[in-house]
Structures are given as structure tokens and as C-alpha cells.
């Protein structure tokens, strides 16, 4: 391996950040937390760490997988590394109130144990500069509405890769139409078997086929929530 022969401390900031795209890329974890200290003992602002080393590094991890160049193993890998950078900058992101995307709730629906797409979806989230609540698998409409009302976020993920958990999502947006508060949030679905007619379907705002996709999506959506008020 090429990278064990840099000296990561010797780079100048340009050169230290476009190495950390690759070494994310390469899904390298030790050199991204190595270089995110070096940038954070540089007195680089951990929201600048984050948004320039990593997200933008997640970014083309992103659009590759998008286009067929890298693969769920290679992502997840990346998604790692990244996870060990954010493991050092979650702290202090919180200590300065750095700005956030926006915040999402996301779930395996219920009778489902699927999670490989979900958390990589969760991941790349997180890696574009969202916050992300993660409920795992298996979740009843109980455990949705519990994490709405706890966290508030701007978007409801929901993942399911059986054909016979597909119609508990409809369960799940229905009931957020009982309570009067489905136009509160931003409804993204997503699982092998799902398609855009299936996310009409059921009422979804998108459907996302992969996890490149929803983060595409969920910024596009928060965008235009921020900036527009909700029609009618």
C-alpha cells in the first residue's frame, strides 16, 4: 500500500485534504482520523474538517457508486472511514452549534431485519452533514412516531427489502395522515423491491434506489422546504 510511505503531518493543508478524499475512498481508517487531527492541531474549524475533508470526500465516494463505479462493500468501507473522522469531530461540532442539513429518523419497517442498505443510507447522510437518528430494524409505527416526537426531524426514512413488509410503509404515512402531520415531514423510501410507482403509492415524497440517491434527494427536498412555503 502506497499510503503507508506518506507522511501525512508533512502535506500542506491542500494537499492533506485532497489525500483524505482518497483515503476515504480507499476507505482507509486510521489515515482519516490521523488527518483529521493534524488539520484540527492546524487550527482548522471542525465544521470546515467536516465539510471540506469529509463530505466532499463522500461526495465523489457518492456519485461513483451512483454510476456503477463502486460497489456497496467498497462504500461501506468508505462510510467507515468516514464514521471514524466524524467519531473525532462529533464532539466538537456540537460544543460550536456548527450548522446541520437538516435532521433525519430512519428504519427498517416492521417484520423486516434488513439493515446493510439502510445504514449505508444512514451513513452517507451523516456524511453529507445530516443528522441522523437510526432506529436499526423491524420497527412498528409506535417506534417512528416515538422518534418524531423526540427528535422533530425534517425527513422519515423508511427501508424494507421484503415484498411483504413493502405495505407497512403505507401503514406508517397513513397514520402520520390521521394525526394531521404528514405535510410536517419529508417521506423518503427506499429497499431492493420498491420502485417510484410503489413510492406514489404509498404516498411517499420519493422513492431513492440507492443510498447515493437519497442523499441527492433529502437535500434537494430540505432545500426547497427551507426556502418555500408549503403549497396550499
Request: net charge negative; aromatic share 4%.
Amino acid at each position: 500500500m502506497a499510503d503507508e510511505d506518506i507522511d501525512l503531518s508533512a502535506l500542506s493543508d491542500d494537499e492533506l485534504v485532497e489525500q483524505m478524499h482518497d483515503d476515504l475512498y480507499d476507505g482507509l481508517k486510521e489515515e482519516i482520523e490521523e488527518a483529521v487531527n493534524i488539520l484540527l492541531e492546524r487550527g482548522w474549524a471542525p465544521y470546515d474538517v467536516l465539510t471540506r475533508a469529509l463530505v466532499e470526500g463522500m461526495r465523489i465516494v457518492g456519485d461513483d457508486f451512483r454510476d456503477g463505479i463502486l460497489f456497496v462493500p467498497e462504500v461501506l468501507l468508505s462510510a467507515n472511514a468516514m464514521k471514524a473522522g466524524m467519531a473525532i469531530l462529533r464532539p466538537l461540532l456540537a460544543e460550536t452549534g456548527a450548522p446541520k442539513i437538516g435532521k433525519m429518523v430512519i428504519g427498517t419497517v416492521k417484520g423486516d431485519i434488513h439493515d446493510i442498505g439502510k445504514n449505508l443510507v444512514a451513513m452517507m447522510m451523516e456524511g453529507a452533514g445530516f443528522e441522523v437518528i437510526n432506529l436499526g430494524i423491524n420497527n412498528p409505527v409506535e417506534h417512528f412516531l416515538a422518534a418524531i416526537e423526540e427528535h422533530k426531524p425534517d425527513i422519515i426514512g423508511m427501508s424494507a427489502l421484503l415484498t411483504t413488509t413493502m405495505p407497512y410503509m403505507k401503514v406508517v404515512i397513513d397514520t402520520l395522515k390521521e394525526k394531521g402531520v404528514r405535510d410536517d415531514y419529508i417521506v423518503l423510501v427506499g429497499g431492493a423491491p420498491l420502485n417510484e410507482e410503489f413510492g406514489k403509492a404509498v404516498g411517499a415524497d420519493a422513492y431513492c434506489r440507492d443510498a447515493a440517491v437519497a442523499v441527492e434527494t433529502a437535500k434537494d427536498l430540505v432545500r426547497r422546504k427551507h426556502n418555500k412555503p408549503p403549497p396550499g
